[in-house]
Every structure is written in structure tokens, then in C-alpha cells.
T-cell receptor
Framework: NAGVTQTPKFQVLKTGQSMTLQCAQD?????MYWYRQDPGMGLRLIYY???????DKGEVPNGYNVSRLNKREFSLRLESAAPSQTSVYFC????????????FGAGTRLSVL | DAKTTQPPSMDCAEGRAANLPCNHS???????VYWYRQIHSQGPQYIIH???NNETNEMASLIITEDRKSSTLILPHATLRDTAVYYC???????????FGQGTELSVKP
């Protein structure tokens, strides 16, 4: 099992460009999450999906959209990237019945110039 | 979801026990205490969780006070590889979201 896979690992964007960060898990988990982590800071929840077809805002949702395409995949879209969105983005999923136990991807390092 | 308070940083000598405290005075009856750690630049890693009773696994022990208002994560024999940021999270099993605080940066020194 690969666990939680994020693509791409690195990305550089210009201000105003759009892109989609991809996340897939192969553990049959219901819940999936997107976080961002700025340098020297803790993780902040962007969006959350409790199950296929449902999404919910987290702490910092502005400037982002998400799609829970199916049970495996949860994507994060930046429609018009801004320098303030320069960050490391982590995707996570968690077990049915034990949804506090999360499994994290390796992260996507995004720079917006 | 209840908030947690952790010291921003701690040091520990290699081979000694590392005791990381967490205050969660507003925790409610259906909320669990979860601990994660994040080694530099990597994704966070689950360590342990508990509701009321003390818990132990191959990585650590979790001691929860009787009133459940605080807990302590114990790494019994800290190694240099345990240097990381440790996060204490309170999570409820009715639609709770995994919300991370600032965590404690643990430095294990030779």
C-alpha cells in the first residue's frame, strides 16, 4: 500500500496562475483533509471531507476550492494563486471509526512568485 | 472542539524520559486526546490516543489525569531521532475535525 500520495511534490507558480494539488489514498478511508503549513508554524486546516460527496470548510478556506472526486481522491484547487499561498500543503486521511488517527502525505511545497 | 495548550519548546537528554505536557481543560466527555509528531519537513505522524485510561504502545505512553483536563506524553528513552514538534489534539467522535495547535518543539540532546 502506498498510503497517502500527493502530487506534485514541488511547484512554482506566478501570481494569478491556477493549479490543482492532487491527493489519493489507498486505505479505504472515509475522511480526508487538506492542511497548509507556513514556515515555523503549525498546520492549519483548509478543507475537510467526511465522506465522498461532502466537504466542509476548515480554519483557512479562503482562496481555495476542493473536490472529493471519489472515496480515494481529494483535490485542492487554487484558482488565482497569491504570494500569501506560498506554503507546504499536506493531505491526510483517517480511518473509519477512528477518524482522529490520521495518515499524512509527504507534502507539496508551493511557491507563488 | 476543545483547545489545547502546550509549552512551545522543551529539551531532553538522550536516553532519558521525555515528558510532554498538554492542557485541555475544556475537554468534553466524548472527546479523545490524540498525539502526533512532525519531524522536520515531513508529514505529521500519529503516535497514540486515549479517552480516559492511560495507554501505551511501542512508541510512547499517554497519561491522562482523572479529571481529563490534562495529559502527558512520555517517550521512555528519548533518542536523537525523537527531535520533532509534538502536537496534542482533542478530537470528538461526532464529526470532529483534526485541528492542530502550535505544538511543543522537543530537542533531544546528546
Amino acid at each position: 500500500n502506498a498510503g497517502v500520495t500527493q502530487t506534485p511534490k514541488f511547484q512554482v507558480l506566478k501570481t494569478g496562475q491556477s493549479m490543482t494539488l492532487q491527493c489519493a489514498q489507498d486505505m479505504n478511508h472515509n475522511s480526508m483533509y487538506w492542511y497548509r503549513q507556513d514556515p515555523g508554524m503549525g498546520l492549519r486546516l483548509i478543507y475537510y471531507s467526511a465522506s465522498e460527496g461532502t466537504t466542509d470548510k476548515g480554519e483557512v478556506p479562503n482562496g481555495y476550492n476542493v473536490s472529493r472526486l471519489n472515496k480515494r481522491e481529494f483535490s485542492l484547487r487554487l484558482e488565482s494563486a497569491a504570494p500569501s499561498q506560498t506554503s507546504v500543503y499536506f493531505c491526510a486521511s483517517s480511518e473509519p471509526g477512528l477518524a482522529g488517527k490520521g495518515y499524512f502525505g509527504a507534502g507539496t511545497r508551493l511557491s507563488v512568485l | 472542539d476543545a483547545k489545547t495548550t502546550q509549552p512551545p519548546s522543551m529539551d531532553c537528554a538522550e536516553g532519558r524520559a521525555a515528558n510532554l505536557p498538554c492542557n485541555h481543560s475544556t475537554i468534553s466527555g466524548n472527546e479523545y486526546v490524540y498525539w502526533y509528531r512532525q519531524i522536520h519537513s515531513q508529514g505529521p505522524q500519529y503516535i497514540i490516543h486515549g479517552l480516559k485510561n492511560n495507554e501505551t504502545n511501542e512508541m510512547a505512553s499517554l497519561i491522562i489525569t482523572e479529571d481529563r483536563k490534562s495529559s502527558t506524553l512520555i517517550l521512555p528513552h528519548a533518542t536523537l531521532r525523537d527531535t520533532a514538534v509534538y502536537y496534542c489534539i482533542v478530537w470528538n467522535n461526532q464529526g470532529g475535525k483534526l485541528i492542530f495547535g502550535q505544538g511543543t518543539e522537543l530537542s533531544v540532546k546528546p
